[in-house]
């Protein structure tokens, strides 16, 4: 029920080209869905959040894609660079009284190949 | 405005030693999480404090591993007898309440190594 899968482990992408990573959720209770972005040797950062009454949103080359329905969401990031090389997790989070704990998926390590 | 603060950044224990890992939260913030990261994991939930009190421990190990966050100064993780298997990356983070979710905000990490 807590668990948040993620994938793929790995995605190698050539500069310019778009890179995708899904996350599928089972708790219907979650109701805040971050992405995070972490360099090696530093703590996750927020990228983009979603909520689950929007089915998508754009903050500059990161879209989240969420679908209800099937319980999925991801990320898709347009025109990746080298620069967004990194690991990125996508979490989910308890709404109301369960405060900030947040479920993680296991990370997609992105290569952007120049 | 000062981000959380971990230290020491890197901790190197022989097994039955102790681990203690500090954290001081962002400025302001009065709610603060322990993760913990095994190589190629994502990070798993330990427990959640606020100020003198234990909110949520349900993730953190029932033996050898305590977690406070007293009135004055950081909060600690304490980990007793260390083993091999607590060799990871230890992540905390910062909160100034429950409600404002995007304002999550984790620190660079405490890597202990068990030897």
């Known amino acids: 029920q807590q668990q948040v899968k993620q994938s793929p482990q790995s995605l190698i992408v050539q500069k310019g080209g778009i890179s995708i990573i899904n996350c599928a959720y089972e708790?219907?209770?979650?109701?805040?869905f971050p992405w995070y972005q972490q360099f090696p040797g530093k703590g996750p950062a927020l990228l983009i959040a979603i909520r689950p009454d929007v089915s998508e949103k754009k903050e500059g080359r990161f879209t989240i894609s969420f679908n209800k329905s099937a319980k999925q969401f991801s990320l898709h990031i347009m025109d990746s660079q080298p620069g967004d090389s990194a690991t990125y997790f996508c979490?989910?989070?308890?709404?109301?009284?369960?405060?900030?704990?947040?479920?993680f998926g296991g990370g997609t390590r992105l290569m952007v190949k120049p | 405005n000062a981000g959380v603060m971990q230290n020491p950044r890197h901790l190197v224990r022989r097994r039955g030693q102790e681990a203690r890992l500090r954290c001081s939260p962002m400025?302001?913030?009065?709610?603060v999480y322990w993760y913990r990261q095994l190589p190629e994991e994502g990070l798993k939930f330990m427990v959640y404090?606020?100020?003198?009190?234990?909110?949520?421990e349900s993730g953190m190990p029932k033996e050898r591993f305590s977690a406070e966050f007293p009135k004055e100064g950081p909060s600690i993780l304490r980990i007793q007898q260390v083993v091999r298997g607590d060799s990871a990356a230890y992540f905390c983070?910062?909160?100034?309440?429950?409600?404002?979710?995007?304002?999550?905000?984790f620190g660079s990490g405490t890597q202990l190594s068990v030897l």
């Open positions: 979490a989910a989070l308890l709404g109301g009284d369960a405060g900030n704990m947040l479920t």
């Open positions: 404090l606020q100020k003198e009190n234990i909110i949520d």
């Open positions: 400025k302001g913030h009065s709610h």
């Open positions: 983070a910062s909160s100034p309440d429950t409600v404002t979710e995007e304002k999550l905000f």
């Open positions: 708790n219907t209770a979650f109701d805040y």
